[in-house]
């Protein structure tokens, strides 16, 4: 029989780690929001660009992508993710993600996840192939048929796992968003718990400081982000509470808050990371 997927001591990088942006092909960074560091309104394309071809091989594709199809390659129109974990374990590609948290294989703008990061992943709901939208531990999907919440978002199964975003200068002042579960597994639910609490870190006096000497716009658009993140909401008694906490990481994201998807990044040392993909 073909073995099951355990729970494997992977190795992690020890030197500092950058984004990577996903193989081809991709939507840019910036294609449309104004997070703090994206590019001058003069250069920023007021609409989404199209997706851009680029020339990567084969092999490096299907490390990068978790092992399944690549964005808006696809050519089923309703994409079915089929069996998770997979059996038996393709033992030519190190690490493969749950395939729910992948760039959509058909449409890469309609990701298979709508979640904004600066709510609680409560708010995040899984769209099936045939646009029904459900909530991630709703009886439906996963192994049980209990839903993607607890399933492991790697396979083989990690305790520990790194993710890298990319919002421009600031990857290297916070380092990267660590997730773990000792003596256990990394699900989907604890991925995105692990993100949400991340960016929910508030900006310290210093940070602020720093963030604002990098740009001239900066500190006007963390505010202008604050703002519309605590007033614009539907966050009912929870608005003033929100106002009071003051400004926050995930305000360095301006409107490019919402969800795209993962990718693997294999490093020389023979160790991997996960590449948090977001839109607005």
């Given at each position: 029989?073909?073995?099951?997927?355990?729970?494997?001591?992977?190795?992690?990088?020890?030197?500092?780690?950058?984004?990577?942006?996903?193989?081809?092909?991709?939507?840019?960074?910036?294609?449309?929001?104004?997070?703090?560091?994206?590019?001058?309104?003069?250069?920023?394309p007021a609409t989404a660009l199209p997706v851009q071809?680029?020339?990567?091989?084969?092999?490096?594709?299907?490390?990068?992508?978790?092992?399944?199809?690549?964005?808006?390659?696809?050519?089923?129109?309703?994409?079915?993710?089929?069996?998770?974990?997979?059996?038996?374990?393709?033992?030519?590609?190190?690490?493969?993600?749950?395939?729910?948290?992948?760039?959509?294989?058909?449409?890469?703008?309609?990701?298979?996840?709508?979640?904004?990061?600066?709510?609680?992943?409560?708010?995040?709901?899984?769209?099936?192939g045939t646009h029904v939208t459900l909530a991630l531990?709703?009886?439906?999907?996963?192994?049980?048929?209990?839903?993607?919440?607890?399933?492991?978002?790697?396979?083989?199964?990690?305790?520990?796992?790194?993710?890298?975003?990319?919002?421009?200068?600031?990857?290297?002042?916070?380092?990267?968003?660590?997730?773990?579960?000792?003596?256990?597994?990394?699900?989907?639910?604890?991925?995105?718990?692990?993100?949400?609490?991340?960016?929910?870190?508030?900006?310290?006096?210093?940070?602020?400081?720093?963030?604002?000497?990098?740009?001239?716009?900066?500190?006007?658009?963390?505010?202008?982000?604050?703002?519309?993140?605590?007033?614009?909401?539907?966050?009912?008694?929870?608005?003033?509470?929100?106002?009071?906490?003051?400004?926050?990481?995930?305000?360095?994201?301006?409107?490019?808050?919402?969800?795209?998807?993962?990718?693997?990044?294999?490093?020389?040392?023979?160790?991997?990371?996960?590449?948090?993909?977001?839109?607005?």
């Amino acid at each position: 029989p073909a073995p099951t997927p355990e729970l494997y001591a992977f190795r992690f990088p020890t030197r500092p780690l950058s984004w990577s942006p996903h193989p081809h092909p991709y939507v840019p960074v910036g294609w449309g929001g104004n997070t703090v560091f994206a590019q001058s309104a003069q250069q920023r394309p007021a609409t989404a660009l199209p997706v851009q071809q680029q020339q990567h091989d084969p092999y490096t594709e299907i490390h990068q992508s978790g092992g399944w199809p690549l964005p808006g390659t696809s050519a089923v129109p309703q994409w079915s993710p089929g069996t998770w974990p997979p059996l038996p374990w393709p033992t030519d590609i190190p690490v493969r993600l749950a395939p729910w948290l992948i760039p959509n294989p058909v449409n890469p703008n309609v990701p298979q996840i709508e979640w904004d990061v600066s709510t609680h992943p409560t708010t995040a709901r899984r769209v099936t192939g045939t646009h029904v939208t459900l909530a991630l531990d709703s009886g439906v999907g996963g192994s049980a048929g209990a839903g993607i919440a607890h399933e492991p978002a790697t396979s083989p199964a990690s305790n520990r796992i790194l993710v890298r975003y990319g919002v421009g200068p600031i990857n290297q002042l916070w380092g990267p968003i660590i997730v773990e579960r000792p003596g256990g597994r990394v699900t989907i639910r604890d991925l995105l718990e692990g993100i949400y609490a991340f960016f929910q870190q508030p900006l310290t006096h210093t940070e602020v400081e720093h963030i604002s000497s990098l740009g001239q716009d900066n500190y006007r658009l963390l505010v202008d982000a604050y703002r519309r993140r605590t007033t614009q909401r539907q966050l009912g008694v929870l608005r003033d509470r929100e106002w009071r906490e003051g400004l926050k990481r995930v305000d360095c994201l301006g409107d490019e808050r919402w969800w795209r998807g993962a990718w693997v990044t294999r490093n020389s040392d023979g160790t991997w990371q996960l590449n948090l993909g977001l839109r607005n």
